[in-house]
């Protein structure tokens, strides 16, 4: 098996740093948003963007945790229920501008159950959808609003993300056989 890694950590700091001023341009500021990040790496994601949005904007943005397992569509119903451990909104998502953050979008299906998880809480103003890395393959009509890095890959590749809030290092790799 090859591991090559693709992105160090001031890689990903200056990703992060330019999808935070797409954010904020986008937004017209930072004012009603609230950003959630997918369990288990896009919650360190989401709370480095919203640090970034303070340090540029001096906004202190709230910060939540989705929990997408309910939502998922490649699991039992005893699978949901022994692996959910709960979501967590830090406001009111009413008329808020949402950003969901993850670190790989493939498929799209995390994205549908991120949204799903949104809309079964809330109705918030918008959702928008930023991600680390975009590696393609996309099953279901899904695209970010805002990428880290675009990686091209075979199906038969994996891409890894590894933060120091979960994993005692930072960066993005790609595995293949081979």
């Known amino acids: 098996m090859r591991k090559s890694q693709i992105m160090d950590e001031a890689a990903i700091t200056r990703a992060l740093a330019r999808m935070t001023h797409e954010i904020i341009e986008r ?26 949005i303070e340090k540029f904007e001096g906004i202190n943005v709230p910060v939540g945790i989705l929990d997408i397992t309910h939502h998922r569509d490649d699991m039992s119903a005893v699978e949901k229920q022994s692996k959910a451990t709960g979501s ?31 809309f079964s809480h809330s109705r918030p103003n918008s959702v928008q959808l930023a991600v680390l890395i975009d590696r393609g393959h996309r099953e279901l009509p899904i695209r970010p ?7 091209p890959t075979a199906t038969s590749e994996q891409v890894k993300v590894d933060l120091t809030e979960t994993d005692g290092q930072t960066g993005v790799f790609i595995t293949s056989e081979g």
């Open 88 to 118: 967590f909104f830090p406001c009111s998502l009413e008329g808020k501008k949402t950003i969901i953050v993850d670190d790989v979008m493939y498929t799209g299906r995390t994205a549908r159950a991120a949204i799903e998880c949104v």
């Open 145 to 151: 609003d805002y990428v880290g890095k675009n990686v």
């Open 27 to 52: 937004n017209s500021g930072a004012e009603n948003l609230c950003i959630l990040g997918v369990k288990t790496r896009g919650v360190p994601l989401a709370a480095r963007i919203a640090s970034n």
